[in-house]
């Protein structure tokens, strides 16, 4: 594992002030969402997740606009949007999970790493990290289990109510060196997709 993963020295830790916003803003944008990281960088990441629909580009506010209009959204249904952020690839889903699910988190790592946070209005959350098309760690960031932790999760406030969405992108970072800035998350269009659940299941 050692290998596979970026290592920060101490002062560049991410912390979980660094995510304050996830957690103490009232912005409805971030009620639920899925943020997954991909490496390597491919040259059309969206193939694998068997996409029935290009929408075109959209802010997170407009897709969750958009989807209202889908049949079968959350069920049957997912809308998806995919940018690129430093050397990975990134899945946005407002209001969706796809990319949390172990098979479909695992088929995105294959020769490479992916990472995911998930979490939604029912405060049902999820942190998944994939290597080489192997699913290495996934817990709850709320109910946590330290279990097989990972050494990047060490004095992270995991279990603990107004922290677990915030040390979930903490962690992300520290594994993947990559920060998810609110304004680029939530204030930039990119291209948006509806994909199929059927395929993928837990």
Known sequence: MARDTPRLTPPEMPDVDDYDWVEHTRDTRLNALSITLVTPIRPDPIAILHPIKELGAFTVEELLD?????????????????????????IVEPNGYLTSFPRTLEALSDGG???????????VMSFGWAVDGRL???????????????????????????????????????LTGTRVDR????????????????????
């Open 66 to 90: 958009r989807s209202l209009g889908i049949d079968d959204y959350g069920w049957r249904k997912i809308v998806i949007a995919v940018d690129e952020l430093g050397d990975w690839t990134v």
């Open 113 to 123: 790493r992916a990472g995911n946070v998930y979490w939604n209005v029912n405060a």
């Open 136 to 174: 290495v760690r996934q817990f709850d960031p709320l109910l946590y289990d330290s279990e097989g932790a990972l050494p990047e999760e060490r004095d992270l406030p995991f279990g603990r109510p107004g922290a677990p969405q915030a040390a979930a992108l903490a962690l992300l970072e520290r």
């Open 183 to 202: 304004d680029w998350l939530l204030e930039r269009a990119r291209p948006a997709y509806v994909v199929p659940v059927a395929d993928w299941g837990k």
